[in-house]
């Protein structure tokens, strides 16, 4: 009995393990419009897995649970979905359950306990929570012998105990480190509504953004500010460059941190405002943005200024070095 053309297809894979629609096209004599429609058929049943992004996609067989053989509450399910996401080793992205499923089936972990225990997880973070954003300004006060800020928020932790970084949390690192713009976007889309509803909130009139220190090519910062658009006034923030570029995740120490900012952001602005909001990508000391906080205020710009962070850490301010 002749084989079908998604069989030779599946066979072919098996024995080179990775192949390109234009081996199988080539290999099995068929038109480049038909090998698409059967890869996109065995995409979809969860047969193949595809690898990279045009024109270098590769195709291979998938060997990860199925989702469908996973008993899961819809509830829980749902939760997972808004909650999860993950990059792979390779740079693959898995959003919600199916990222889920496979960081357990990647720790050997079973996946109907595993979701009772995150959503648990879930649960007790969320506590911190009003509003959807996680007040930080106590452990400011804690850290600093005067805080500059008036209120400072962030929108999620950057992690948490056991399961890692949060969907914010990932989504930060690897825009940031990868400057891809298509990433930037996804979480600039995210965030952008809590951002709204806070400048509605605070009656905020200006907004300034915590500028870089190292040069890359795409900048997360001013992409975040592009994609947010916002319609109100910006108070210019220039990070002046020395001898040597010292970034503040380098530093381990607060007051190294506390200098660090103080030497090298220049607010150079001078309208004022009545409530300002100040936006950086993370708080793991806090000393930015307190620094900057402080140097709009003493040129009597605000006497208002609310800071903003995408991620912080739960326990006080700690060092965040990856971002």
């Not at 996804?186 to 951002?195: D, N």
């Not at 990508?281 to 605000?302: C, F, M, Q, Y």
Request: net charge positive; with cysteine.
């Amino acid at each position: 009995m002749a084989l079908k053309t998604s069989e030779k297809i599946i066979n072919i894979i098996k024995a080179r393990k990775q192949v390109s629609g234009k081996y199988l096209s080539e290999a099995l004599d068929l038109g480049d419009r038909a090998i698409r429609k059967q890869l996109n058929n065995l995409l979809k049943e969860g047969i193949l897995q595809k690898i990279g992004t045009p024109p270098k996609v590769f195709y291979s067989i998938n060997k990860e649970e199925k989702l469908k053989e996973i008993r899961i509450n819809k509830k829980d399910e749902k939760i997972i979905d808004n909650n999860y996401f993950i990059i792979t080793p390779s740079g693959k992205i898995k959003k919600g359950f199916v990222g889920f499923v496979y960081w357990c089936n990647k720790q050997n972990l079973d996946i109907n306990k595993t979701t009772l225990e995150y959503i648990k997880t879930i649960q007790k973070y969320n506590k911190f929570k009003k509003d959807g954003l996680i007040s930080g300004l106590g452990k400011m006060n804690n850290s600093f012998e005067k805080t500059y800020l008036n209120k400072v928020f962030y929108l999620d932790f950057y992690s948490i105990e056991r399961f890692g970084k949060t969907k914010l949390g990932q989504l930060l690192l690897y825009s940031k480190q990868s400057q891809n713009k298509e990433l930037i976007k996804e979480l600039s889309l995210i965030i952008k509504p809590k951002i709204d509803k806070l400048i509605r909130d605070f009656d905020i009139d200006a907004v300034a953004f915590i500028p870089p220190t190292v040069k890359r090519e795409v900048q997360l910062m001013k992409e975040i500010e592009k994609n947010l658009k916002l319609k109100i006034n910006k108070v210019n923030l220039v990070k002046v460059k020395n001898e040597i570029i010292v970034p503040q995740k380098t530093l381990s120490k607060i007051k190294d941190r506390i200098k660090n900012a103080k030497d090298t952001i220049v607010v150079d602005y001078d309208n004022q405002h009545k409530n300002i909001l100040l936006i950086d990508d993370a708080i793991g000391s806090g000393a930015t943005l307190n620094e900057t906080a402080k140097k709009i205020k003493d040129l009597k710009i605000s006497k208002n200024i609310i800071g903003l962070a995408i991620t912080g850490s739960f326990k006080g301010f700690d060092v965040i070095s990856e971002v």
